[in-house]
């Protein structure tokens, strides 16, 4: 197996990972301080593609994530580089490699401080900064306005809404993520379903995500109804285009964790009606 130590990164291999890889990529999570999260990176190395450049230690020296949505769109995530391999090009061999197989479609990922200048310069640029909201929600009073999610009879509608807000299709992904989750919710009128929201548990803390609504009553809608029985921390990440929604969450109890950049590769257009997009499906995958 080659060094990379000694090996030029451009001649490192990439190899794509399974769920056989699952301790190695929590080891090279726990590298860089990045919380255990276990179910996220199973949910990751299950349905998406993971890139990888071993070490030879039998370890992981680099991972990335490449999540395809159709021709149209791919999100990036994990991007992680064990620190006794930093700073040797790996970072920029892996972006690159996964840039190359994403072929037309815009690729979008959302930064920490450490990455944002490697994708700088690779040609993503920022188009905003999301905030990772934390916290243990106090349940308000407010009254119940949507529903458990039929998943018979509302699975084509919310897979169309979702596509269209979207603007690529997350069907398989979304199927996987319902059959996980805590709770799926619907706010509907008389047309049929007008949003929807995703609860999920990674550890023991309550994933919110995605949350596709009309508007911002819809979105507090679906996150207060899922969250109204939590009973330990909530987590779920909000753009901070909408401050109206992030006052709201912050009274609730929810605290800035940390941001991340959303960044897109070379000034791509955004597919679909985003505006109706409140949250992601999790940051490594949009
Ligand atoms: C961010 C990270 C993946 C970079 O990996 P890396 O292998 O050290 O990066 P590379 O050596 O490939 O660097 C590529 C280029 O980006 C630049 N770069 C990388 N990190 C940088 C930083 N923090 N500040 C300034 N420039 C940086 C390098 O100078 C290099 O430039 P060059 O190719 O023109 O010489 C790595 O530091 C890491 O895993 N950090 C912790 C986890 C994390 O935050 N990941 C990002 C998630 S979005």
Redo the contacts with the bound molecule.
């Keep these: 197996m080659l060094d990379p130590l000694s090996t030029p990164?451009a001649e490192l291999p990439v190899r794509r990972l399974g769920p056989e890889d699952l301790d190695r990529c929590l080891a090279l999570s726990q590298d860089?301080s990045?919380a255990r999260e276990e179910r996220k990176w199973l949910f990751l190395l299950e349905n998406t593609e993971v890139h990888a450049i071993d070490a030879p230690s039998g370890e992981l020296a680099?991972t990335v994530t490449l999540t395809r949505y159709g021709t149209a769109a791919a999100g990036v995530?994990?991007?992680?580089?064990?620190?006794r391999?930093?700073?040797?090009?790996?970072?920029?061999?892996?972006?690159t490699h996964v840039l190359g197989t994403a072929g037309d479609a815009t690729v979008f990922?959302?930064?920490?401080?450490?990455?944002?200048?490697?994708?700088e310069?690779l040609g993503f640029e920022t188009l905003g900064v999301t905030e990772a909201r934390v916290g243990r929600l106090r349940p308000g009073d407010a009254p119940v306005l949507s529903r458990p999610a039929d998943l018979d009879a509302d699975l084509g509608a919310l897979l169309a809404l979702d596509r269209q807000a979207f603007g690529a299709d997350r069907a398989a992904l979304l199927g996987r993520l319902f059959a996980m989750a805590e709770e799926v919710r619907v706010t509907e009128d008389e047309t049929g379903p007008t949003g929807y929201a995703v609860s999920w548990l990674s550890g023991s803390t309550l994933f919110i995500g995605p949350v596709v609504a009309d508007d911002e009553a819809g979105a507090r809608a679906l996150v207060t109804d899922l969250t109204r029985h939590a009973s330990g921390l909530v987590r779920i990440e909000m753009d901070r285009s909408r401050p109206g929604l992030l006052a709201w969450l912050g009274e609730r109890g929810a605290a800035q964790a940390f941001s991340?950049s959303f960044m897109v590769h070379g000034g791509r257009p955004l597919p679909g009606d985003r505006t109706r997009v409140f949250a992601p499906m999790m940051l490594a995958m949009g």
Excluded: D, S
């Design positions: 990164a860089r990045w680099a995530g994990m991007m992680l580089v064990a620190t391999y930093g700073g040797r090009g790996l970072g920029r061999r892996l972006m990922l959302w930064a920490t401080e450490l990455g944002r200048p490697l994708y310069k991340t």
